[in-house]
């Protein structure tokens, strides 16, 4: 009908101009109420994305294998899972009473530290260790990276470096008593600090014996968790353990475990908790008391070091500060430390992102010690990172390569390593030399050569040489 027509035209072209501009953009009310009666018949409507789906379908496949091998590893050692389970049983009875611990015991500093598997249901914890495993074992080198061809050492380059190595002082140590080593020098250190005052002594010595009493059910709880991280390969951790690093001695609690009978992947849970939920201080003493020897103590062993270790010591880069002042140089202060050690530790540190000023602070640390092979391929590494370094810590590697002009003779050989090093260092850092620096480096260049590495180094420092006095230095 022609006036039905001309009214619907009437009809549209009173519209706004802005309604009918954005009319497709905007959902109308009444198609917002028909897709919510559409939803509301039912679930069955709603489809996943295959992306969703597949994750669905491996994290149900992954908790299966998981309880599958529990019930394994249950049918296999029933002895051992007996008392293991009585403990667990045990741990979970009393885990609601917060008396047994102490309410003295624990750190307000750490309490707001929580990790947040410890805030996850079971579920979605295990399938965050998963994850992060799997993640973290796609990244490990394999052994040739991590071996002797990481800086292109051969045999002979190997036998000069040993010959630099210091003699052992250690015929032979266990690693519960590198363990307890660590411990009473930390417990003589703090007793020492107690005895400066004198005045409170009486109240310390009491309060002291009332510290170190532990109550009987919660030794009989970390024994049992000791047992179960002896075995321990996957699966959850127990939450006694995961707030072991907010009690106050935690270390004292942490022995009762036997760190040195762990397992592998037990070191690495445990570096992990440890690593998110211990200060910088703290964290070092774990590192140094536990994950250094335990690392050490497998690759003696082993002559290589498992996996679960490797992403330890990687997981304990989180706390750089620690990482550095508890692993890095003590390990490189013992004599005991192996070459086939310091290219596995370097391959991590190869890997990972470093804190500028802590790095500096190591390689200062680094160039005062005397050389060997460890300290070399420590130094190296760092060095490659290609960090701002404060002119402190130039100073120190230009003393550093200097004292060989004095200790070592024109005719002693020094290793391939140790000119690459000095050429690393001379490429990376010849902006910030000063001209009494270049000189020092081309009196070394003149004492010790390489007919291959020496004219390298010699040309960059005729670069910084140049850099200087066209500065008017």
Excluded at 394 to 410: E, M, P, Q
Excluded at 414 to 434: A, E, N
Aim: proline content about 5%; charged content about 25%.
């Amino acid at each position: 009908m022609p006036g039905r027509e001309k009214g619907r035209r009437l009809a549209r072209s009173t519209n706004p101009l802005g309604e009918d501009l954005h009319a497709d953009r905007f959902a109308s009310a009444k198609r917002l109420a028909a897709e919510d009666d559409t939803a509301g018949d039912g679930e069955s409507g709603v489809l996943l994305s295959g992306r969703t789906a597949s994750r669905i379908l491996k994290t149900a496949r992954q908790q299966l294998e998981v309880i599958a091998d529990e019930e394994q590893y249950n049918n296999e050692e029933d002895g051992d899972d007996n008392s293991s389970d009585s403990g667990v049983a045990e741990l979970e009875c009393e885990e609601g009473n917060s008396d047994m611990y102490g309410n003295n015991n624990f750190n307000d500093n750490n309490n707001n530290n929580a990790s947040a598997a410890d805030i996850d249901d079971d579920g979605s914890e295990i399938i965050l260790e998963y994850d992060d495993t799997e993640s973290a074992m796609s990244e490990i080198p394999s052994e040739m990276d991590m071996g002797m061809d990481m800086y292109g050492i051969d045999d002979e380059e190997a036998r000069l470096l040993q010959k630099f190595q210091p003699p052992s002082r250690v015929q032979s140590r266990n690693l519960a008593d590198m363990i307890m080593e660590k411990i009473r020098e930390r417990e003589e250190a703090r007793k020492t600090g107690d005895e400066q005052q004198d005045q409170h002594m009486e109240g310390a010595s009491v309060s002291e014996w009332e510290e170190e009493k532990i109550d009987p059910r919660v030794s009989r709880v970390y024994t049992a968790i000791g047992s179960i991280l002896k075995n321990y390969k996957s699966g959850k951790i127990p939450k006694a353990f995961k707030v072991l690093p907010n009690i106050k001695n935690w270390e004292q609690l942490l022995m009762l475990t036997k760190p040195h009978e762990w397992s592998p992947h037990a070191t690495y849970q445990a570096t992990r908790i440890f690593a998110a939920n211990l200060n910088e201080r703290m964290a070092q003493r774990f590192y140094a008391a536990v994950l250094l020897p335990m690392t050490h103590q497998h690759m003696a062993n082993e002559k290589k070091l498992h996996p679960a270790l490797y992403m330890a010591i990687r997981k304990a880069l989180f706390k750089p500060v620690a990482f550095f002042k508890g692993f890095i140089l003590p390990l490189a202060s013992d004599d005991e430390c192996t070459l086939k050690e310091a290219l596995v530790v370097a391959s991590v540190l190869q890997r990972m992102h470093l804190p500028p000023v802590p790095t500096a602070v190591t390689i200062v640390k680094l160039a005062q010690q005397p050389f060997s092979g460890p300290r070399s391929v420590l130094l190296r590494v760092l060095i490659d990172k290609k960090m701002a370094m404060p002119y402190q810590a130039v100073d120190a590697l230009v003393a550093y390569f200097h004292r060989f002009v004095r200790s070592h003779s024109k005719e002693d050989k020094l290793p391939v390593l140790w000119h690459q090093t000095l050429l690393s260092f001379s490429q990376r850092y010849k902006g910030d030399f000063t001209a009494e620096q270049v000189s020092l480096l081309q009196q070394v260049c003149s004492r010790h050569f390489h007919y291959l590495i020496t004219p390298e180094i010699r040309r960059e420092l005729n670069v910084a040489a140049n850099t200087i006095a066209a500065r008017g230095g």
